[in-house]
């Protein structure tokens, strides 16, 4: 809502508060001021000026010669709008003039004519072009014929005038129009609110004469007003009616229709004019469309209708969607002489919905959509047919044409006034509740230590004794309100073991040098099951902004390494990243199955020592060794299961595995899907924390020390390539015994001292005893045993 | 032979003072003092000597043995302190060089902000609540005073599923799902998460951002202690000095309703770019639980009342560390993430 300072100051003393300071106490008092917009700023030196002369510019074909009778002096200004002419009176800046953006007029030659000055059209004065009235949009603005030559354009056509933009909330529909905002003002400054006085003189003959009014839908249209007035002349509305429409932003286009939207925003009241001729019928009836009916909105659109649609008829096809916008069949013109105007009442969930389903949201709509005052249908219509017969010339008939089955009792609150300290923590005075009320102009009545309050219509957002706590506390200041805190006893608070061990993820992955990333939730289509643990149908949204975000991910790992390419792009080469999120599955539940995931992508390298020659790229087995830190941090035991995933390499891809249950998977990045991202070698990891955390922590229990030293013992194995180390591993623990307390794979080597088709792998062997130190012989015994078990398994001893 | 002994002694003295290192000087030891060095050779030649004499040139044997050996302890201990001094010397390093590098990571922004929030309310008592970010039009609208075809459901343009499932546009559904399950108990508890709306992406509008909101229900809840509690936190998160202010303003689900400024933590109050020269700026929105919302989830609203307050991470990240634009949460350029590493505390 756009609020001019000078129209306000109709209905309500503003105390000639500067605007800002002014915004300020509105903003304070609960109707957020976002801004403050001096309609002049930046203006000056710009004066009416009368075309005496204007020919085309020799040398250029879209510029006219003009010389401007200025007041002292007449000048030659040359001007490039195409609808110059002489005889106009036009808005000259003159040279030294300011225009808004820092623009400054001076002398100048334009193709070697003299120009002293500049023509200018209402957008060089700052007004948008979609408020310029369309005869001006595409060059200068015509005054009108009085305007008197060489007078101060800004002040005598009010544009010194400031403009509060309010920012409202859905509650406050009241402050939708002009006079709600002076109700509102008033309240604050305890200022008197003057309404409109409406007087105008009716014709002898009844507007029931000539125009009959039927609503076949009284539940969403329980009253309609109709007045008729005749002989009117559509031309332009005058100045001020002009600039008061621009400046709330509404685009002028002639009298009539000026006059429905000046009422709009004076009363919040939405209006319509229909041209009486093009009804035709000389009725009006109300109801909801049929199937298959269409009609022509003023915005040049072709509506099909549906049932549940409410449309003003002529009684036989519609001439307008109710409280929406009218039809181009009965629009007002030129040739227009008598109108019908229309106030009514809309149930406001049927203009929401037709609203919504048209995609059409117009000023009316907005406000029968919040519900309109059902007290002001019908002075709203008075003040238009007032100000019609002001500025249009017409004759009004004699009384309206009413439908009416609208209820209108106001609300009454009951509340006490200790119930409103109790639940604000003060202690306000009775009285001062009282004077707020009053000022609220909410009729009160106290009894019983009650107060029972009569909220005006206007106010339908007050309903309950909250509502009115609200009102008394804004309009007493929340600044009083003391601070405090709960006195209820106090709890102890905290982390359940779930996000806790988030956290300790968290602090171990950021330990380990991971950076934590978040990336978005929704993705396409293709994306949303790569890399997928365990895909499932698609969910997508009814209705995405694009494709690219149309359907929730299955995946952390397409985003994450989307996130790796932008760094690796951007010449950083080495990324690890990390992210937790939920990932979305399809289940049995009406809910999704939301997961939360961990997701890790690594590239380039993991030690980067320059000057000391030290460089170590991620592999497999960084990865790998991070998992494994991870599990002995949570304390679970996490299996290594050769797989293969699409998109990842088949030959370096594992699946994590839980108890049996398969809950995460490593790999590098299949070299496709590299290219494809444009990544150099790429390792990756997704494993879902929910499951991770299913796991009961154990209790950490300490074992003592070993108070007995160790012993080492190596082996060498020249194994074939396709036996896996693991697997050996497994035999020399069995073969080991008890004594066996630790094996570990020291050495590797794959090279040309060995036939083709094996490897060496070395293992070192820790033996212990926690009962006695032991004894070379003992040691001995059990290590031949487990070398000779992996002998007859088939492995060979490396000399 | 008593001569010859001290010409020996004479010899072996020399040589050790002409040693100029442990190694030639042991040479010395092996020579002289040696199992076949001309000491031992002189004993073992005292045999041919009268029985009589021999004591007396034992004796002397004896005296220049451990004075030759005196000297070269004495000459060894030089020599080995000037041998570690030379290795000391040639071990010296460029400790300006760069040291290795320790590789660590660091928590996002937007957990950083969550984490320090819900730190601060754990100490207060709060517990920490979260929900699914795909939820019911029941409890993301309908639990919360926002029935199909209300108005203010304008206010949040939402990412539908179906017509009873949407990505939730706020975390208070977490609320309205705890107030559910508590059945008319008091709670406490503090919801943080990722939340969704139809906004297209700029530098000031994602749709996906992040949300942490708050709840306390109890006997007696007044909105004194909405107020206490949220400069209690303006001054933990934003300084001490902070002030706060609130204004009235509108929710569905709480009534009244209001939002809350703090005095700028950059100007304090004199008026600068980041308050836009009001001296305040908008951290959250709050207030008291709407009784409508209470009695849905079972509770009896003339018995127990509450606030909820509700803030955006994103914006206080941007205002506190003076990030340009919300989209840098989302794009995780190692040059932006890397940067909040360093501890505040
Ligand atoms: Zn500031």
New binding site residues.
């Given amino acids: 809502m756009l609020v001019s300072v000078k129209w306000l100051n109709d209905y309500v003393n503003t105390q000639g508060l500067p605007p800002a300071e002014l915004g300020e106490k509105i903003t304070r008092a609960g109707i957020e001021v976002d801004a403050v917009i001096d309609r002049s700023e930046g203006l000056s030196n710009i004066v009416v000026g009368y075309v005496e002369a204007c020919e085309k510019h020799p040398e250029a074909d879209k510029l006219s010669i003009c010389q401007v009778n200025v007041g002292e002096t007449v000048d030659q200004i040359i001007c490039g709008a195409p609808n110059i002419a002489a005889g106009q009176k036009v808005i000259v800046a003159r040279p030294g003039a300011r225009l808004p953006g820092g623009m400054k007029i001076k002398k100048a030659k334009l193709r070697g004519e003299e120009s002293n000055g500049m023509i200018c059209s209402l957008q060089e004065l700052g007004i948008e072009g979609k408020l310029v009235p369309k005869a001006y949009a595409e060059g200068i603005y015509v005054l009108p014929e009085n305007a008197e030559v060489g007078t101060d354009v800004i002040t005598n056509f009010h544009l010194d005038d400031t403009v509060l933009e309010l920012g409202l909330t859905p509650n406050r529909a009241d402050a939708m129009s002009m006079l709600g905002v002076a109700y509102e003002v008033a309240a604050i400054l305890e200022e008197e609110v003057k309404l409109p006085e409406i007087t105008y003189t009716e014709a002898e003959e009844e507007a029931s004469s000539m125009l009959t009014v039927n609503v076949d839908s009284p539940e969403a249209n329980p009253l309609y007003v109709a007045k008729v007035v005749r002989n009117i002349e559509v031309k332009e509305s005058p100045m001020w009616l002009q600039q008061r429409l621009m400046a709330a932003g509404v685009r002028p286009h002639n009298n009539v229709v000026d006059v429905t939207n000046y009422v709009l925003m004076e009363y919040g009241q939405p209006l319509h004019a229909f041209d009486y001729d093009l009804l035709e019928t000389g009725n009006i009836t109300v109801r909801n469309a049929k199937t298959d009916e269409t009609i022509t909105t003023l915005d040049g659109n072709e509506r099909k209708l549906s049932l549940h649609n409410l449309v003003i008829t002529n009684g036989e096809k519609p001439v307008a969607l109710a409280g929406v916008m009218g039809g181009a069949n009965s629009e007002v013109s030129k040739n227009t002489t008598t109108v019908v105007i229309e106030s009514a009442y809309f149930n406001s969930a049927s203009i929401r919905s037709t609203s919504k389903e048209h995609g059409l949201r117009s000023d009316a709509s907005s406000r029968y959509e919040k519900g309109v005052d059902p007290n002001r249908v019908i002075p709203a219509a008075e003040r238009a047919a007032q100000l019609l017969a002001e500025l249009a010339g017409g004759e009004v008939l004699k009384g309206s044409v009413i439908f009416d089955e609208l209820k209108r009792e106001e609300k009454v609150v009951t509340v006490s006034p200790d119930f409103i300290n109790s639940r604000l923590g003060m202690k306000i005075r009775f009285e001062d509740m009282l004077d707020i009320l009053n000022r609220l102009q909410f009729k009160t009545e106290a009894m019983n230590n009650q107060l029972m309050i009569s909220v005006p219509t206007r106010r339908q957002d007050i309903q309950i004794e909250e509502d009115i706590v609200e009102e008394i506390a804004r309009l007493y200041g929340y600044d009083e309100i003391p601070s405090t805190l709960p006195e209820a006893a106090t709890t102890p608070g905290g982390l359940s073991p779930y996000q806790l061990k988030r956290r300790v993820v968290r602090h171990y992955l950021e330990g380990a040098g991971l950076l934590q990333a978040t990336t978005y939730s929704l993705t396409s289509e293709k994306s949303a099951t790569h890399l997928a643990l365990k895909p499932t149908d698609l969910t997508r949204l009814l209705m995405p902004m694009s494709e690219e975000r149309s359907t929730l991910r299955q995946s952390l790992l397409p985003h994450l390494l989307e996130s790796v390419s932008y760094n690796t792009a951007r010449r950083t080469d080495s990324v690890a990243l990390y992210e937790t999120g939920s990932v979305f599955l399809k289940g049995q539940d009406e809910l999704l199955n939301e997961e939360e995931h961990l997701a890790i992508a690594m590239t380039g390298l993991w030690l980067d020592n320059s000057w000391q020659d030290e460089k170590k790229a991620v592999d497999f087995f960084v990865m790998k060794g991070i998992v494994e830190g991870l599990a002995a941090k949570l304390g679970v035991e996490l299996e290594f299961e050769r797989g293969e995933m699409d998109g990842l390499h088949p030959g370096r891809t594992a699946f994590l595995t839980l108890e049996g249950r398969r809950i995460g998977v490593i790999g590098q990045l299949h070299p496709t899907e590299q290219k494809n991202r444009d990544l150099k070698t790429t390792i990756v990891l997704e494993l879902s924390l929910a499951e991770l955390f299913a796991e009961p922590t154990e209790e950490l229990v300490y074992t003592q020390v070993p108070r007995y030293p160790s012993i080492t013992r190596d082996v060498a194995l020249v194994l074939s390539k396709i036996v896996e180390a693991g697997t050996v591993e497994k035999l020399i623990r069995s073969a080991g015994g008890k004594l066996l307390k630790d094996v570990r794979v020291f050495d590797l080597y794959e090279g040309d001292n060995l036939e083709a088709g094996k490897k060496s792998v070395a293992f070192s062997l820790t033996y212990f005893d926690p009962e006695k130190t032991l004894t070379d012989e003992e040691v001995t015994a059990v290590h031949e045993n487990v070398v000779q078990t992996l002998v007859e398994s088939g492995a060979e001893l490396r000399s | 032979m008593e001569i010859q002994l001290n010409e020996l002694k004479t010899q072996a003295l020399e040589k050790i003072a002409a040693a100029t290192d442990v190694k030639e000087l042991n040479a010395v030891r092996v020579a002289y003092l040696g199992k076949k060095g001309p000491i031992t050779d002189l004993l073992k030649g005292m045999g041919k000597l009268p029985a009589e004499d021999r004591p007396k040139m034992g004796a002397l044997v004896n005296v220049v043995r451990e004075e030759v050996t005196e000297r070269l302890e004495e000459r060894m201990e030089i020599l080995e302190e000037q041998a570690i001094n030379e290795k000391l010397q040639s071990e010296t390093i460029d400790i300006t060089l760069p040291g290795r590098p320790v590789r660590t990571g660091n928590a996002h922004p937007l957990t950083r902000v969550v984490e320090e929030i819900e730190d601060l309310f754990i100490s207060m008592g709060y517990e920490v609540e979260e929900g699914p970010e795909v939820e019911k039009d029941y409890y993301n609208f309908e639990a919360l005073n926002l029935p199909k075809g209300h108005p203010a459901r304008d206010m949040q343009d939402t990412f539908y599923i179906s017509e009873e499932l949407l990505l939730r546009t706020h975390t208070s559904p977490v609320q309205a799902r705890t107030m559910e399950a508590k059945g008319g108990e008091p709670i406490k508890i503090i919801c943080p998460g990722k939340v969704y709306r139809r906004d297209s992406d700029d530098a000031t509008h994602s749709h996906q951002f992040t949300q942490i909101e708050g709840l306390v229900i109890g006997e007696d809840i007044r909105m004194s202690d909405l107020k206490g509690t949220l400069s209690v936190f303006a001054k933990k998160m934003f300084g001490d000095d902070r002030e706060i202010r609130l204004r009235p303003s509108f929710f569905p689900f709480t009534e009244p309703s209001v939002e809350m400024d703090i005095s700028?933590f950059?100007?304090g109050?004199?008026?600068?770019n980041?308050?836009k020269k009001t001296?305040w700026i908008e951290i959250l929105g709050a207030g008291m639980v709407h009784p409508n919302v209470l009695e849905m989830a079972g509770y009896d609203s003339k018995r127990l009342t509450g606030f909820a307050f509700g803030m955006g991470p994103e914006r206080i990240a941007m205002l506190k560390y003076g990030i340009e634009d919300i989209r840098h949460f989302y794009t995780n350029d190692v040059r932006f993430l890397s940067q909040f590493e360093r501890t505040e505390v």
């Fill in positions: 700028c950059k100007c109050g004199e008026g600068c980041v308050c001296g």
